[in-house]
């Protein structure tokens, strides 16, 4: 099993480039997240969904776009790339919800110049 | 808002000793409480979690303490390793109908021959 597989690994943008952060999972699970880790802040949610066709919006949504049109893809897209976005990007996934545990992505690092 | 405060941010503990991190939570709805653990380079993983109907859980080395009353719980790493050196974040969530974890800020431990 591959788990929850996020590309690229790495990307640098310049300042109001656009991009969308890649997320697959191939365990079937109807949650899936984004979180963002900043140094010593921990991780804030972004996005969230519980099934396909429906997202919300987490801590920390200004400057991101999400869309869940099947169960195994939950794509990020960031329009208009700040310096504010500079961070790891991880995609989790759960089977139903918090008790099941999270599955994460191994991150994709992002650095907007 | 900082729903989940965890200390020490860092920490350094010897070979064989006791690691202990400690993180307070204010929503008094939180019903669940995870540890995950995060290697350099890796997405976090589930390492052991609590429900507030019990005081201790313990799993292999790892003991979670939980004091309601105080709002508190506790991660202990007996006999730890430097296998253990790695990230370590709380979190807590409401079980149902909250399908999202809020995590605290982070420990990197670091264990030392």
């Known amino acids: 099993n591959a788990g929850v597989t996020q590309t690229p690994k790495f990307r640098i943008l310049k300042i109001g480039q656009s991009m969308t952060l890649q997320c697959t999972q191939d365990m079937n699970h109807n949650y899936m997240y984004w979180y963002r880790q900043d140094p010593g802040m921990g991780l804030k949610l972004i996005y969230y969904s519980v099934g396909a066709g429906i997202t919300d919006k987490g801590e920390v949504p200004n400057g991101y776009n999400v869309s869940r049109s099947t169960t195994e893809d939950f794509p990020l897209r960031l329009e208009l790339a700040a310096p504010s976005q500079t961070s790891v990007y991880f995609c989790?996934?759960?089977?139903?919800?918090?008790?099941?545990?999270?599955?994460f992505g191994s991150g994709t690092r992002l650095t907007v110049v | 808002q900082q729903q989940v405060k965890q200390s020490p941010q860092s920490l350094i503990v010897q070979k064989g000793g006791i690691s202990i991190i400690n993180c307070a939570y204010e929503n008094t709805a939180f019903d669940y409480f995870p540890w995950y653990q995060q290697f350099p380079g890796k997405g976090p993983a589930l390492l052991i979690a609590?429900?507030?109907?019990?005081s201790e859980k313990k799993e292999g080395r790892f003991t979670i303490s939980f004091n309601k009353s105080a709002k508190q719980f506790s991660l202990h790493i007996m006999d730890s390793q430097p296998g253990d050196s790695a990230t370590y974040f709380c979190?807590?969530?409401?079980?149902?109908?909250?399908?999202?974890?809020?995590f605290g800020t982070g420990t990197r431990l670091t264990i030392i021959p």
């Open positions: 979190a807590a969530s409401i079980s149902f109908g909250n399908e999202k974890l809020t």
């Open positions: 609590i429900r507030p109907d019990v």
């Open positions: 989790a996934s759960s089977y139903g919800g918090v008790n099941y545990g999270y599955t």
